[in-house]
């Protein structure tokens, strides 16, 4: 599968974003997604994941409450809706792909595809 994202920009903090993913291939909907993200001078990060049902979602503790992780399975795409931007959150944000079914997974070597990123600058 390949993955495209896109939808980043510049923001003011307090601001929002959505990014997309678009999945080509077969199958989407046998895959889990995940958002990573990497600032910075940072390593990437885990951000958000889905389940290939789209019924079960977990997030990082740093974007609870702000960011929401959905997914289209008819339109082979997966979104990241980000409200109440802030600063620290400047990165690269990443969506990933794992052929799975039976769970959600948490840490980058877990993926199995990866699309290019998109960069996301929140100013203050």
């Known amino acids: 599968v390949q993955l495209q994202a896109s939808g980043g920009g510049l923001v003011q903090a307090g601001g929002s974003l959505r990014l997309s993913c678009a999945a080509s291939?077969?199958?989407?909907?046998?895959?889990?997604m995940g958002w990573f993200r990497q600032g910075p001078g940072k390593e990437r990060e885990f951000v958000a994941t889905?389940?290939?049902?789209?019924?079960?979602?977990h997030y990082a503790d740093s974007v609870k409450g702000r960011f929401t992780i959905s997914r289209d399975n008819a339109k082979n795409t997966v979104y990241l809706q980000m409200n109440s931007l802030e600063p620290e959150d400047t990165a690269f944000y990443y969506c990933?792909?794992?052929?799975?079914?039976?769970?959600?997974?948490?840490?980058?070597?877990?993926?199995?595809?990866w699309g290019q990123g998109t960069l996301v600058t929140v100013s203050s």
């Open positions: 990933a792909a794992r052929a799975d079914t039976l769970s959600t997974y948490t840490t980058s070597d877990q993926y199995h595809y």
């Open positions: 291939g077969r199958s989407f909907s046998r895959y889990v």
């Open positions: 889905i389940s290939w049902s789209g019924g079960t979602t």
